[in-house]
């Protein structure tokens, strides 16, 4: 057991599960009052001596992403300078992770950026959830632990989706996750060709594998504007799907995505509560949610307690 004390301490962004994950601890949330100045600067007091503690703050990436992300660097840097011993930034959510690479001239590597941000004012190690690429996790020079959704979707899907599954990656970067779910399901493996012909907008070409007849189930990180899973939805019904359902980590939701998926045949949409869920989307019968807080807890015990937490993901391997 560690001699230092365990504290959790919520940013502004998603404050019901941090409250969650101090529920499932049974301790309570750090005192920290957050706020702005007048010119929109962020403000941020430390409520509680946090000297020689081991400090975990919890912080997603969510609307306002800009705001949140500031909040975050300002109180990593409000614990390192009151002395904690340990700083990890839990991010269930971890944003601008979609630019990871440079797949075009003069363009920013913003996860790579970010990642600079957070290590460099002084956190000692990161926690998230389903990074949108694997490999960034070499972007930071401290330790990461990167949970998987699967504890969590896996057991909703056996327990509501029956008959002959097929499991869909909408990508083919998402392949290895989808290979993973279907073994585990003993289910088929199918993947969709997608071109992106702008930013938010993609359009599905050919899907790959046999579906025609069965439960198609779309697996992905995130969902956004949902323009790929309305698409993915359309082609895999025109192939002989009998019913489309999709399963993905992170609701973003941002702009029409409600509305087309209401629009949509999508028949459900599984999602954790790594983000808030908008208001729109709260009243969305298609959107079913699944908490996640029990999952970071027991992360958190056991980073806490020096533990290895690779029993918490090691069902993908």
Known sequence: ?????????????????????????????????LGTFSDGEI?????ENVRGADVFVVQSGAHPVNDHLMELLVMIDAFKRASARRITA???????????????????????LVADLITRVGANRILTMDLHAGQIQGFFDVPVDNLYASPLILPYIREHFNGDLVIVSPDAGGVPRARAYASQLKATLALIDKRRSNVNQAEVMNIIGEVEGRTAVILDDMVDTAGTLVEATKALLERGAKAVHACVTHAVLSGPAVDRLEGSSL??????????????????SKIKCIPSCRLFSAAIRNIHNEDSISTLFEILH
């Not at 028949?267 to 969305?284: F, I, K, W, Y």
């Open 1 to 33: 057991m560690a001699t230092y004390g365990l504290k959790i301490f919520s940013g502004s962004s998603n404050p019901e599960l941090s409250q969650q994950i101090c529920d499932s601890l049974e301790i309570s949330v750090g005192r920290a009052l």
């Open 43 to 47: 403000r941020v007091e430390i409520g």
């Open 90 to 112: 839990v991010i269930p959510y971890y944003s601008y992770a979609r630019q990871d690479r440079k797949n075009k001239p003069r363009v920013p590597i913003t996860a790579r």
């Open 267 to 284: 028949e459900s949409l599984v999602v954790t509560d790594t983000l808030p869920m908008r208001p729109s989307a709260a009243h969305c």
